[in-house]
């Protein structure tokens, strides 16, 4: 097999295994394993102009595995971790304030789209948080974290009038 002769199809017969075996490895994850290997396809897919012949391919194709899965490792510790049930709320006044229609028009007001939306389909609409992810378009991730950044305007907002009347 020639440079010219690679293609996707023979890469992913001949290295598919050997990627995915790589991934699960790195990433100490089946599902996980499965999506990069399918991620560092389309990248190979992108970059197979710039392969090199075959007696340097695999070294090729391990360094890009290598880099994708610690990315992969990286990024993971800067996201949330998503959790399946919002935690109940201590305070009392707080909660009370939250559920007052003039608080939470105003904590709405205050939100930018991106926040407002999921806000209002969770919140008042009451669908899970999968569903706000499939009717907006992203992941449960960017739900769970915009659902969070509301709820810290929320807070932040109400400190502010507690400030205010005391």
Not at 94 to 108: G, H, I, P, W, Y
Request: net charge neutral; with cysteine; charged share 30%.
């Amino acid at each position: 097999m020639k440079k010219n002769d690679l293609s996707i199809e023979t890469l992913y017969a001949k290295y598919g295994p050997t990627i995915y075996a790589r991934c699960r490895r790195l990433l100490k994850d089946a599902v996980a394993a499965e999506d990069a290997t399918q991620d560092i396809f389309v990248k190979l897919m992108k970059h197979i102009a710039s392969a090199p012949s075959e007696d340097a391919v695999l070294p090729w194709i391990h360094r890009i595995v290598t880099n994708h899965c610690l990315n992969v490792i990286r990024d993971s510790k800067r996201r949330a971790a998503p959790v399946e049930e919002m935690p109940e709320l201590v305070d009392d006044e707080f909660e009370d304030s939250v559920v007052t229609k003039n608080f939470a028009q105003k904590v709405l007001e205050s939100a930018p789209e991106s926040i407002k939306a999921p806000a209002v389909l969770y919140h008042q609409r009451g669908m899970e948080q999968a569903k706000v992810a499939e009717t907006l378009g992203c992941s449960r991730r960017t739900v769970l974290y915009r659902l969070s950044e509301f709820t810290r305007r929320a807070m932040k907002l109400h400190e502010a009038a507690e400030a205010g009347q005391a």
